[in-house]
């Protein structure tokens, strides 16, 4: 029995997936039966109720599954100590982000990291908001990066930095030769919003109902950047994160607008599974994340 064929009973456990426990652990599907049949001989017990219909671990399944667990985080810790000792800050960091994130704010924290540390490999996933979530819990990452993170008794979640949130124009928009306007100047505007499940489009309607103020939404896209392309054609306005806009401000094909009365942020965060033991390499990177630039 090997440490390996515990991480993926423990991962094919928490995915209920024999098709995302192989992809977490970069095998094939038939590579990950075969270490639960083999943990099945091991233990002379049948640990999971294999159904079509439904995923279920055995009572002696769940008994195993929680000791794994304790003795895959002590193997974790132990590895980490010791790379600390050796002061070896090396391997792998697999990151999911949103794209916004990814796009505009990652990269130049990304430049530092790996400048300062190049051993390590950083594998970084474009997701959806709600992806980004189900990967860490899932073991499929080890960290992600999200906007108005969401609490979760299973996630951890390190603050990282706020966001001023502009409303953007096309610059010949009527709002465009205003540096300041007031949140009511947008009402009954045409608006490109992000779709319905986005943090960002939740935390904006939110801001508009308690003031009060309606828009026309006329389109609405699940990425920063298809809404910028949008607001350019002057299909309508936004508002977005304003460390997005700022080469289309400079450019001159999009306009940026501050709000005087409704000054609002996007709180930025970095999310982890909870009890996760962290590689001396993540930790860096944890502490590049949450510096000012």
């Known amino acids: 029995m090997q440490i390996e064929s515990l991480k993926v009973f423990c991962d094919l456990a928490e995915t209920e997936s024999f098709t995302r426990a192989a992809q977490i652990n970069h095998v094939t599907q038939s590579a990950v039966s075969q270490q639960i049949s083999s943990l099945e001989r091991q233990f002379k017990s049948l640990l999971i109720e294999r159904s079509k219909k439904k995923f279920r671990l055995t ?27 050796k002061d070896i800050i090396s391997g792998t960091i697999r990151v999911a982000t949103i794209y ?59 603050p990282l930095r706020r966001d001023n949130m502009v409303l953007i124009c096309h610059p010949q928009h009527a709002l465009a030769r205003l540096k300041t306007a007031k949140l009511g100047a947008i009402t009954g505007q045409k608006f490109i919003a992000f779709e319905p499940d986005i943090p960002t489009r939740k935390a904006i309607d939110k801001i508009l109902k308690d003031h009060g103020v309606s828009v026309q939404p006329v389109m609405e896209f699940d990425n920063i950047e298809t809404v910028k392309r949008a607001v350019e054609i002057d299909a309508g306005i936004s508002i977005v994160p304003q460390g997005t806009i700022l080469q289309e401000v400079a450019k001159q094909t999009l306009a940026a607008v501050q709000f005087e009365d409704a000054q609002f942020f996007r709180q930025l965060a970095a999310i982890y599974k909870k ?11 944890l502490a590049i994340l949450k510096e000012s630039q």
């Open 275 to 285: 009890n996760k033991v962290l590689s001396p390499a993540m930790k860096q990177f």
């Open 100 to 158: 916004s994130i990814g796009l505009h704010d990652l990269p130049p924290y990304m430049k530092k990291f790996l400048k300062a540390y190049p051993t390590v490999h950083v594998h970084v996933e474009y997701r959806r908001a709600n992806q980004v979530y189900e990967d860490v819990l899932g073991n499929v990452v080890d960290l992600g990066l999200v906007a108005f993170p969401s609490k979760d008794t299973k996630l951890e979640i390190v």
């Open 59 to 85: 009572r002696e399944g769940q008994v195993l599954y929680e000791y794994s667990k304790q003795i895959i985080q002590t193997y974790d810790a132990l590895h980490s100590r010791l790379q600390e000792i």
